[in-house]
């Protein structure tokens, strides 16, 4: 009889740990990694904390603090009371909403319905998108001296086009009734090829069956751009304004290059060029402080009021 044979059982599967084993040199090469994106983005904050933060807190200090004889005190309200005793405070504002009004009136209609032509044709666009943005590359200095010899009231482009037409000759920058306009023409045409490449795109990005359906309903062209074209770009349209007016309010190159900063009777000379007279003319750099002060409290609210009802509108 034989013996039993014993049946040898496999051995049971070992149990997977819980947790995995971090293996060995795992964290050094994430940190090695990520080391090249870190530095990237510290130089970036860096960069932006030296060249903008600091600026804008060193400002804030000098708003109130007099340097005389090479000791700086403080000086409370009295830079800030200054400025606003000054005349040429409310004369330099009023100069200033004046271009920016003027500047939306031209420089954000007119940039938004050259992009709706532009967008219209079907070939070449490539060459007329760079010819709209060749003003943008060139230079501002010698965008500026270029109308300023288009406004020569004695050999001007425009004085001769208006000889055409039997009009008299214009004083362009010497005027105080045509010199605002003027430079705001110059801006104009200095500064439209980036905001008409923008709306360009948003153009682009516009479903073409909105347009089809339109034309099917027997919309013209301009019910098409009032009922579709605007409202499908509302957004950008909203975040360009509000760049525009920051923009405009800030303008300084412009009336500088073309009526020696002032114009004809002090009828161009805006805030920033008034903060440039304080500074650099006068020596006066906590009164140039405040006034800067002024205007950044000014744009930062009336940005954060039109950010606000944007929401609420949309909303």
Known sequence: MSAPTVSKSSPAPARAPHQL???R???AR????NLSAH???IGAVLCFSFFSWYPMVREFLLAFQ???DGRTTWAGWSNLSYVLDDPAFWQAWRNTLLFTGLALALGFAVPFLVAVLLNEFRHGQGYLRMLVYLP??????ASVLLF???YDPGYGLFNRILGIFGIPDQQWLQSTSTAMISVVIAATWMNMGGATLIYLAALQGIPGELYEAAELDGAGLWRKIWHVTIP???LILSLMFLMQIIATMQVFTEPFLLTNGAGPEGSTMTVVYLIYQYAFNFNNYGGAAALGLVLLVLLAGFSAVYVRLSRTRED
């Open 21 to 23: 084993p971090v293996r």
């Open 25 to 27: 040199g795992t964290l």
């Open 30 to 33: 994430a940190v090695q990694r």
């Open 39 to 41: 530095g990237f983005l």
């Open 66 to 68: 007099k340097n005389k």
């Open 136 to 141: 943008v590359m060139l230079p501002p200095v």
């Open 148 to 150: 300023k010899y288009f």
């Open 232 to 234: 499908q770009t509302r």
